[in-house]
């Protein structure tokens, strides 16, 4: 029992025992109790009676006075939650455990003493009320506001409470008063699950859930998969937002709508998806936008070309740059191939000093790990002045006493000036690819395009007039071309053995002797000769049955002299030699 009921029980003994020792009597220390469900209630009864008697039997019941009356310890309502003790047989105590709301109720103190009809029952009773918690909160706030929560109860506990509070199941220890909690200003931490009890109670109040309303905050993106994306794959993103209520997503690649829900998907991804993607949350408090998160979409090479550094011609003796682009993820490996070889790898191939050689036709070869893919090919035309220029015989010896030569060059553009000098003179002799040579003399030739120009080696050309022919002497000096003469030498001697039975003083010589004497013009005295001249060596020309002429070659410098017997003659060797 506590202080506070036991004090009230003294007073009433003080004044029974001065003013009432001989009355009958059942009074009690409270006529109103609340307690609390769950909880235990102790109820006290105070008895008086003359000197002489005794009680016999004390109990409590719920009965009304005209009703037989029932013990509660042995109604199956209250069983096993009934019991009874006293102090000095004066004091009777009925503590009634676990209480119920349908436990609340009047309850009487009944005595029974040992005199006929000495029964006595307190006619006021113990009024009991038993109640529950409940949690009185606004159903929804806003953050920043202040918030009460009261922890309420049908009647006035009767004994002293402490109050306790929870959320989420979980003891809080601030703004409590009473049975009050503050929470000011309301966070949105403090959204959740709210219940009150008493301490020393087991109860605890059904729960309320306080709901705190706020704009998004820190939207969040997820990419599925998160590994890597290769173009063709199924991608999902998906926001997640902090709000209250539940926001409006708005998905946004760069700066450009592109969809809306949490979840946004991409079923066959390709290239142009790869950027930056954000999505922003709102409600009614507000909006917020993600940190961006970037889309990578891994793919094969295509669009691969080739750029040349120049865009104007490229002239032999430049740098030159080739540069191969290509769209990859990730960034290609590039090879380079000239025609079907391989010549450099890497983004850039260049060439310090471009020479003639280097034309040709050009292309790159960009891979990584999902495929390769060749560019079309550039043609490099490297423009370079003439080289190699050759002058080479060609026409007729005809009786206009005059050799045609050619002049011809190697060069890019093709050379399409072409100048004739003669040695010893300042002046041009002619211009043009062809020039006929009309006199005696060493003649070269100057090839020019716009890069330059080149002389070529010089050609010596002799001549000699005969009575009503010619005879040209012909000097081709080194770079000229080879005049085959052999050949033809071997026909006429052989024409002339065949021709006539003798040949005067030399008729019996032996010719495989003699074979060069007899061709000695100083042995001749007659100025109707040709004299045909080479510089360049002649490969040996083999005669049938001939063996001494196997093997045998022609000397840098051959002089044969033709005993010509006619006009006819002439011009038939000279036709053979061209």
């Not at 003294?10 to 009597?25: A, F, P």
């Not at 409940?134 to 004994?159: A, H, I, N």
């Not at 960034?331 to 010549?343: M, N």
């Amino acid at each position: 029992m506590s202080v506070r009921t036991a004090l009230p029980l003294m007073i009433l003994l003080m004044i029974h025992g001065v003013y009432g020792q001989y009355d009958w009597g059942v009074t009690y220390s409270h006529s109103y109790m609340c307690a609390l469900k769950d909880s235990s209630v102790t109820m006290t009864c105070f008895c008086t009676f003359p000197p002489g008697y005794w009680i016999l039997n004390v109990f409590w019941t719920k009965t009304p006075v005209h009703i037989e009356p029932l013990d509660l310890s042995n109604d199956p309502e209250y069983s096993r939650r009934v019991y009874y003790w006293d102090d000095l047989h004066q004091y009777f105590h009925f503590q009634l455990s676990r209480v119920t709301l349908t436990d609340s109720n009047l309850y009487y103190c009944r005595i029974t003493t040992n005199v006929a009809h000495g029964n006595w029952i307190g006619d006021s009773g113990v009024l009991l009320a038993v109640t529950d918690l409940q949690v009185e909160s606004p159903e929804r706030v806003t953050e920043g506001d202040s918030v009460r929560l009261t922890c309420k109860s049908s009647c006035t506990l009767t004994d002293r409470s402490t109050f306790i509070w929870f959320r989420n199941s979980q003891p809080l220890t601030t703004g409590i008063v009473e049975n009050k909690l503050d929470l000011w200003p309301v966070r949105r931490e403090d959204a959740g699950s709210y219940s009150c009890s008493v301490y020393g109670h087991s109860y605890i109040s059904p729960v309320v859930y306080l709901s705190v309303t706020y704009a998004p905050v820190n939207p969040v993106i997820s990419i599925s998969p998160s590994g890597e994306i290769v173009e063709g794959d199924s991608v999902t993103l998906n926001c997640s937002s902090d709000s209250n209520p539940p926001a409006e997503i708005n998905w946004f690649k760069g700066g450009t709508f592109v969809g809306s829900q949490r979840i946004y998907s991409i079923s066959k991804i390709s290239s142009d998806h790869s950027g930056e993607y954000k999505c922003k949350s709102r409600n009614k408090h507000g909006e917020k936008l993600s940190n961006a998160v970037t889309l990578n979409v891994m793919y094969s090479p295509r669009s691969v070309s080739v750029s040349i550094s120049s865009s104007g011609e490229i002239v032999e003796g430049d740098s030159m740059t080739l540069i191969c682009s290509s769209d990859s993820n990730p960034p290609a490996e590039i090879i380079w191939f000239k025609g079907g070889t391989f010549v450099g790898s890497g983004r850039i191939y260049s060439i310090s000093k471009i020479s003639s050689d280097h034309s040709g036709e050009y292309k790159c070869k960009a891979r990584n790990k999902y495929g390769e893919k060749y560019s079309d090919t550039v043609t490099l035309s490297v423009m370079y002045p003439p080289k190699n220029v050759l002058v080479s015989v060609s026409g007729e010896i005809t009786e206009s006493d005059s050799v045609t030569l050619t002049c011809s060059s190697d060069s890019n553009p093709p050379a399409l000036n072409f100048i004739w000098f003669k040695e010893d003179e300042s002046s041009s002799v002619g211009s043009g690819q062809s020039f006929s040579a009309l006199q005696s003399g060493r003649f070269y030739c100057e090839a020019h395009n716009q890069h330059g120009s080149q002389r070529s080696d010089a050609v010596t050309v002799t001549g000699h007039r005969g009575a009503g022919w010619n005879v040209t002497e012909i000097t081709v000096a080194s770079g000229g071309v080879f005049i085959i003469i052999v050949i033809i030498i071997i026909l006429f001697i052989k024409k002339m053995m065949n021709r006539r039975p003798a040949i005067h003083e030399y008729e019996n010589d032996d010719l495989r002797v003699n074979k060069y004497m007899a061709l000695e013009p100083r042995s001749r005295s007659s100025d109707q000769y040709n004299t045909l001249t080479t510089v360049h060596p002649r490969p040996a020309v083999h005669q049938s049955g001939s063996s001494e002429y196997e093997n045998q070659s022609v000397s840098s410098s051959l002089n044969v002299s033709l005993n010509i017997t006619n006009k006819e003659e002439t011009s038939s060797i000279l036709d053979n030699r061209y």
